[in-house]
T-cell receptor, first 114, second 115 residues
Framework: DQQVKQNSPSLSVQEGRISILNCDYTNSMFDYFLWYKKYPAEGPTFLIS?????DKNEDGRFTVFLNKSAKHLSLHIVPSQPGDSAVYFCAASGRSSNTGKLIFGQGTTLQVKP | KAGVTQTPRYLIKTRGQQVTLSCSPISGHRSVSWYQQTPGQGLQFLFE???????NKGNFPGRFSGRQFSNSRSEMNVSTLELGDSALYLC??????????????FGPGTRLLVL
């Protein structure tokens, strides 16, 4: 049972435009969500997170939106840059675990074309 | 502050052998989690250690084990290697590993190839 899903395996956008990456979850106990960026043969790099008490969090070009009723979150990158080309993972954790366990989606490969 | 370090970065083993991977967390972090990344299964949680105790375990066979030392460094061991164990093994650390309060920071990973 996949509790965190990224239904789009890949996304291609033009440099300077907006990139929108989506993530859905099924477990209502999740209350903390994170986005990571990953280059091949490297570990994931933390980008931005959001707690379930918020519906939006911004950090520079990156904004994460959380819709709890729809169990959906999205990452917006504006403007997109070629260096943003990577695999993006959303991850979730919850109150029930009280441990360092993250549940990851399958990832979305973003390609930003110059 | 130095990031999470993992050694070795690359490893080639044959079926039936065992392997030990090492992870040094960010200074001050006491929780260390391990993940396996494969093309088919994505990133999957293996286990988490906090204060030298395993606090949570994923759905992996008993061939996968780990431990944590008093300085928070952690090792994971895979015995009787199988071809399907070929993967990128990632270690992540956080202050206390309290899932809904903290961010985990990942190391570069150890790429294991089993022949």
């Amino acid at each position: 049972d996949q509790q965190v899903k990224q239904n789009s395996p890949s996304l291609s956008v033009q440099e300077g435009r907006i990139s929108i990456l989506n993530c859905d979850y099924t477990n209502s106990m999740f209350d903390y969500f994170l986005w990571y960026k990953k280059y091949p043969a490297e570990g994931p790099t933390f980008l931005i997170s959001i707690s379930s008490i918020k519906d939006k969090n911004e950090d520079g070009r990156f904004t994460v939106f959380l819709n709890k009723s729809a169990k959906h979150l999205s990452l917006h990158i504006v403007p997109s840059q070629p260096g943003d080309s990577a695999v993006y993972f959303c991850a979730a954790s919850g109150r029930s675990s009280n441990t360092g366990k993250l549940i990851f989606g399958q990832g979305t490969t973003l390609q930003v074309k110059p | 502050k130095a990031g999470v370090t993992q050694t070795p970065r690359y490893l080639i083993k044959t079926r039936g052998q065992q392997v030990t991977l090492s992870c040094s967390p960010i200074s001050g972090h006491r929780s260390v989690s391990w993940y396996q990344q494969t093309p088919g299964q994505g990133l999957q949680f293996l286990f988490e250690y906090f204060s030298e105790t395993q606090r949570n375990k994923g759905n992996f066979p008993g061939r996968f084990s780990g431990r944590q030392f008093s300085n928070s460094r952690s090792e994971m061991n895979v015995s009787t290697l199988e071809l399907g164990d070929s993967a990128l093994y990632l270690c992540a650390s956080s202050l206390r590993g309290q899932g809904s309060l903290e961010t985990q920071y990942f190391g570069p990973g150890t790429r294991l190839l089993v022949l």
